[in-house]
Each structure stands twice: as C-alpha cells, then as structure tokens.
C-alpha cells in the first residue's frame, strides 16, 4: 500500500498540467449546470407570476353549496374575492345551444 501511495506523487507531478485541465473542465461544467438550472428556475417562476397575474391565485373550490354558505365564507377577511361559476355540457359528447346560437364543443 505504501507503494501506491509514492506513485500517486509521481504521478501528479508527471501529469500536471493533465491534472489542471480535468479540474478546469470539472469546475466549467459544474458553472454551466449551475447556470442551465437558475435560468429553469427564473423561467418558471417568471411564467407562475405571469399567469397568477392573469387569471388569478385560485385557491379552493367548492361544489354544492347553499347561497348562505357562499354569503358567509365572502364575509371571511381572509376571502378577497368569490364567484360563481357554472359547467355545462362537460362531456361535449354533442354541440349545445343557447336560444337559437349553437355553441362549440369543448376540446381536450
């Protein structure tokens, strides 16, 4: 074992400069990583903020329930804003109308 441990010297300094360009390479790629996955992070974070400000920051949703129930929650001070909303043909098996107007399927 001693043995191996002197050729670890020799061989460091025979292949310096070999030695330098592996680190120099190790430390490029390791910056480059690095700078691929902020610029993901910004990206996404830029695109979250994006689209809380365009449609909202939804937060809960609920089904079924009474106009005393929603009258209540909107009087939280934590509630900002609430509102109704209808679905109606989910399954757009078939074109629907309203009046005489027909309506465009869903697509998924």
């Given at each position: 074992?001693?043995?191996y441990l002197s050729l670890v010297a020799i061989s460091g300094k025979v292949?310096?400069?070999q030695n330098r360009?592996?680190?120099?390479?190790?430390?490029?790629?390791v910056l480059?990583?690095?700078?691929?996955?902020?610029?993901?992070?910004m990206f996404i974070r830029n695109q979250s903020e994006g689209l809380k400000q365009k449609h909202g920051n939804w937060h809960i949703q609920l089904e079924n329930i009474s106009q005393d129930t929603?009258?209540?929650?909107?009087?939280r001070?934590?509630?900002?804003?609430?509102?109704?909303s209808e679905i109606f043909n989910a399954d757009a098996d078939?074109?629907?109308?309203?009046?005489e107007k027909k309506g465009c399927?869903?697509?998924?």
């Open positions: 074992m001693r043995s292949r310096k400069r360009m592996t680190i120099f390479c190790i430390i490029i790629s480059l990583v690095t700078t691929i996955f902020s610029v993901a992070d929603a009258e209540e929650i909107s009087r001070p934590d509630v900002a804003a609430v509102g109704w078939q074109p629907y109308y309203i009046g399927r869903l697509r998924q």
